[in-house]
Every structure is written in C-alpha cells, then in structure tokens.
C-alpha cells in the first residue's frame, strides 16, 4: 500500500504527463517524425544507386526506425530542463516520492512517446517488402521498446544535471549522432575498418539495428545462424536499459550537504 | 511560548553554505514556530529567508545544525514526513500546458492520492477557492492570481498540517492579496501551522509571530506588537543638508539620542510632539523635513541592523 503510494502512482502520474504533453505539442510530434523520414528518402535514393547488388532504400529503413527512437526519446528527455527551469520539478522534488519513482515515471513516458512514434514508421514497413513473422514481429516490438526505454535513461541522466537546452543540443550532435552514424544503419559493422569495427561492436545502437533488421525482414530470410544473433542483442538492450535506469536512480538521488538540488 | 505545547517547526542552530559560495547563507539560525500559528520570516532580498525555506520544504540539506518539524528529522530516508508538508514556492510550479484539472491530478497522484477521494478532494478545494469554472482551462492562460491560488490547492490536496509559502503575494494586485490573506486567515482557524517569508511590511504586521532575518541572521523574534512596543515612543526622522553636523548640534544642544541611516536624522524619543518646538528653536534652519512617526516593523529593523530595510 505504502509502495503503490510513494512508487507506483507518483511514476504513473509522471509518465502520463510526459505522453500527454509531448502529443498535445503538434510541432514536436512532428518534428520527430519527419526529418528521419526525409533523411532516409534523400540519403537511401541518393546512395541507392551507387551500392551494387541491393536495395539501400530498403537497407537504411531499419537504422531510420532507431533513428525516430533516438530522437524522440532523447528529445523527450529535454522536458526535463523545462521542467527544472519552469518551476514543476520543485513540486516533484518535495513531495514523498521514491527517487527511483521519479526516474521511472520520466523515462518511461518518454519510452512510450519514442515506441509509439515508431510504430508509425513500422506500418509503412511491409510496403517497401519487409515481411515478419509473428514472433519476428514481437521480437521487433520488444527490441523497439527496450531501446526506447534505454535511450530515454541516457537522456535523463544527460538531462538531469544541465539547466540548458542548447548545452543539450550540443551533446546531442557530439555524442548522440556519432553513436548512431556507428551503428550498422548507414553501412554495414562487415565492411568497415578494424578501429570503427571495434567501437561498432562496443556501441549498445549496432545491436538495435541489427535486431529491428531481423525483425522487420524475419519473413524475407532467415538470420539466425548470422552473430549476433537475436537473443544476444535482446540481452545487450536489457543491459542497456538495467545500466541506463540505475545511473538514472542514482543521480536524481544524489542529495548531500548542502546540495541545492531545486 | 509554553514549553509544554510541541512545536510545528523547531529550528535550532542552522548553518548553511552554497557550495563554492564564500559567506554563510545562514549563520546560526534559531527559532520555533507553534502549532496553529503564522509565522513570518521578514528580511530584505538576500537576507536568507528563501534559504530558510529551501530547507524547510527539504529541497535542501542544512551544513549544520537540526531541523524538526512536528518533532520529527524531514531528512530521515523515504520521506515520510513530506506528506505533512505543504509547500507553496514563490515561482510558478504549475504546469502550463495542462489543465487546472490535469495539474491537480497528477500532483494528487505524487502524494499517493486516487480514485474517488481524490476526486472528492480536488471538488472540494475547486469549490473553495472559487476556480470550479476553470477546471478545463490551460493554467497558463489563468491570471497571476487564479494561478496563484491553483497553486495553493496544489498544497492543500495532501491535507497538510504545515504549510510554507515563499513571497506568496509576488505578482499579486491588491485585490488578489487581500484575497490571499483571506485565504491563510481561514487555513489558520482550520488548524493548520503558516510559516511564510515576506519583504513586506503590512504582510508581517498580519503575522502572529515574526522573525526578522538580515544577512543571514536572526535579528529580532516576537510579535509584531511586541518588536514594535520595544522600540517604544516616538520616531522622528528628520532631513537636512548636512545630517552630520545637524546631529552633532542636537546631541549637544537637546541631549537626545541621534542616529544617522541613509542621510536622514533619526530619534527615538519618548514623547516626540514636545521634541518637535525644542528642535525648531535650536535647528530650525537646517531642517529640511521632519516626520513624526509611531514605531513600525521597519524601525525595528533599523534599530537591529543599523540598515534601512530595503
């Protein structure tokens, strides 16, 4: 009873105002949407012609779904700024709730805000020739939700110590664009050089899009034999997730002497 | 102040520092507020009142020195104490872009509260305060003094016994203070405990108990009329080209106790109306005004300090 009253309604109640703002604000629903799209459509027509042998329209889908996951759930987390600099947070910050509440409730609206606006993105899927089974299709969900739910954590704790939002922006282009650049989703980990390989296989990205690539074309061909294979890149998106969260907790739970954390 | 009756808030010993900040923001606070009181914290911007109320709402840990309120540590883990806190901050903590209605759900949800008795609660206090007809309006588009009292329901859906107001009256007309002072008269016959920090001095006056703060101390504690009756007598300030040698002729001249705050000639004096004929004989000429006042909250700043309240 305790429990539900200081974690579970507090986190709720964060969560849902996190997806009720972000979908009463038109420009932001938009403004996650379309660059990928037309990012993809530039850059897939215009690369298309020059690889040999298939389709990089069709190659670049699966890295432009992470990509709307990417920008929304990190751009969801900018909320937090406003949030400190428009005077909600302090409400927050004084009632009885359990840090780890707090963390949840932002990051899992943010999640949801970046899965849904996915999920647009997947209904298109089939009529560029992605097939999935139906377990490929759980599967694709799964990965989908868990890299949202591991990028918003990323954003959080990105979010929680600045009290701007450019000093965001500017991490977003050093650190954010280069981790998705290197993920598999502009060209493949196979055919990149030893140094870029390495840090390709180090970043938790390579093995959202390599999952959302065998679960969007799960009816097209086989994948299993291929490394890594699906259930290695559900455990490193869980790792995600688990790593992202606790540093999440931790740092909104920080309070020490003396510490002015309004 | 009976010994027997336990304390809303008991404040003793409270130091505390801005990290990397040189000076102390407070500096050895001491105070106790009853229950069923308002309390005022008085000062200047800057003198620590806002501060004192970071640590109060335990948004902030104190350097040193303890904190109880209803005889309890605030700071203990998990909390618990928070839900018989009720904190009103100076800037805004509504959200915007929701509703009245929307913003009163979700903060019934942070303290735990749902259902039907939460929608019992947030009817009730609606009713109240008079904003039934604004449930489904955007807080952001309510006056400052709607907003205003938003923000105080937000504090009260908890039903807390202690409530803290930081500058409640900043950006409110007169009307909307009035108002708001009817507000906390009526919080108090229900029980409740007040502690508010003001720069205003007819807001201490409505106060039942006052601490004085400047530069991070305590300067003066008690009833307004009591702080006030201390001064005792007349104030008489006077303006002058020269204050200084005009204070040193009437030293010398009428033996009165003469002080000098922002270039005005300032005495305390039992019986001011006879003062006046003695200094026109002596120092008329120099005298460019002369004020004959009753003491106020401000003069009983100025004889702590030695500053003019501004």
Known sequence: ?262 | MTASIPCAIAIEGIKFRYPKAKTLALNNVNFSVNKGEIFGLLGPNGGGKSTLFKLLSTAVIPSEGTIRLNGKNPFMPNGGLRHELGVIFQSPSLDSKLTVMENLVYQSLLYGLTGSSMQQRIQELLKRFKLLEKTNEYAGTLSGGLQRRVEIIKALLHDPQIILMDEPSTGLDPLARIDLWNVIKELKESGKTILLTTHLMEEAERCDQLAIMHQGELVAKGSPQTLKEEVGGDVLTLTAREPETLRQKIESDLGLKVSIVDFAVRIETQQGESDIPRLMAVCGSEILTLTLSKPTLEDVFIRRTGHKFS
């Open chain 1, 1 to 262: 009873m305790k429990h539900n009253q200081e974690f579970f309604w507090p986190a709720y109640s964060l969560c849902k105002r996190e997806v009720v703002r972000f979908f009463r604000q038109r420009s932001r629903v938009i403004g996650a949407i379309v660059p990928p799209l037309v990012f993809w459509f530039l850059i897939g027509s215009g690369l298309g012609n020059s690889f040999r042998g298939s389709n990089y329209l069709i190659y670049l889908f699966p890295g432009t779904l992470v990509m709307i996951v990417l920008f929304t759930a990190i751009f969801s987390t900018i909320s937090i700024i406003e949030d400190r600099r428009e005077g909600f947070l302090q409400s927050v910050l004084v009632a009885p709730i359990a840090p780890a509440s707090v963390a949840l409730g932002k990051i899992l609206g943010g999640a949801m805000i970046a899965f849904l606006q996915s999920m647009i993105f997947v209904i298109i899927a089939p009529m560029l020739g992605a097939s999935f089974t139906f377990l490929g299709f759980v599967f694709l969900l799964a990965i989908l939700f868990l890299s949202a739910f591991g990028l918003t954590g990323l954003g959080f704790l990105i979010a929680w110590k600045m009290d701007s939002t450019q000093g965001f922006h500017s991490v977003m282009n050093l650190f954010l664009m280069p981790m998705w650049f290197l993920s598999g989703s502009l060209f493949p980990v196979e055919g990149a050089p030893m140094w870029l390989k390495c840090v390709m296989l180090f970043n938790p990205l390579t093995y959202s899009v390599t999952a959302v690539r065998m679960g969007l074309f799960s009816g097209n061909f086989i994948v299993l034999r291929s490394w890594p294979g699906p259930l290695f890149c559900l455990a490193v998106s869980l790792l995600f997730c688990a790593v992202t969260f606790s540093a999440a907790v931790l740092s909104c739970s920080k309070k020490t002497i003396g510490e002015n954390i309004l």
